[in-house]
């Protein structure tokens, strides 16, 4: 599942064509799906972290169910736009961690470093603890599942995550 927002669907798929992913067959076997923010945390006209975290709870159930793990990448530069704050969207991140820790879910939330304050980028931070260090410096990003899926994090202009799919 991702959720896009700031990338189109047709800018993601080119990419992973280019990149030599079979991402029709992924698409068509709905291993793969993307919904935009409307479609998930402004599905109600404004963002409320209990229903957004009861919609993940049925997203996992319906993954599990087909596939055994859902994995979820949501691009999150809405925030910059809606009248959410960042503090209800950390709450919600941190129940999200629950949720996730408690099923076969992995999720990458994608965080553009430019549009946030360093204190804001510190409480992300802080509210996924980081799997390995990767420099004193360095931004991680949680993987839920550390048994299953490795994550390398990069320190660009926005906060990235690489998972072994």
């Not at 006209?45 to 979820?72: C, H, K, N, Q, W």
């Not at 809606?82 to 129940?95: H, N």
Request: with cysteine; net charge negative; hydrophobic share 35%.
């Amino acid at each position: 599942m991702y959720v896009v927002d700031t990338l189109t669907e047709e800018e993601l798929v080119s990419s992973l064509r280019e990149a030599d992913v079979d991402i029709d067959a992924a698409i068509e076997s709905g291993q793969l799906s993307f919904h935009t923010v409307e479609e998930t945390y402004l599905r109600n006209g404004s963002f409320e972290p209990d229903e957004m975290i009861e919609f993940y709870g049925d997203a996992v159930e319906r993954a599990t169910e087909a596939y055994g793990t859902l994995r979820v990448v949501a691009e999150t530069a809405w925030l910059t736009e809606e009248a959410t704050s960042v503090e209800q969207f950390l709450e919600y991140e941190a129940k999200v961690n629950d949720l996730f820790d408690e099923e076969d879910c992995l999720g990458l939330c994608l965080y553009d470093r430019t549009a946030f304050s360093p204190e804001v980028v510190r409480d992300i931070i802080r509210t996924h603890p980081p799997s390995s260090p990767t420099g004193p410096s360095a931004p991680t990003i949680t993987t839920r599942h550390r048994r299953r899926i490795s994550a390398t994090t990069w320190t660009a202009r926005s906060i990235r995550c690489r998972t072994r799919w």
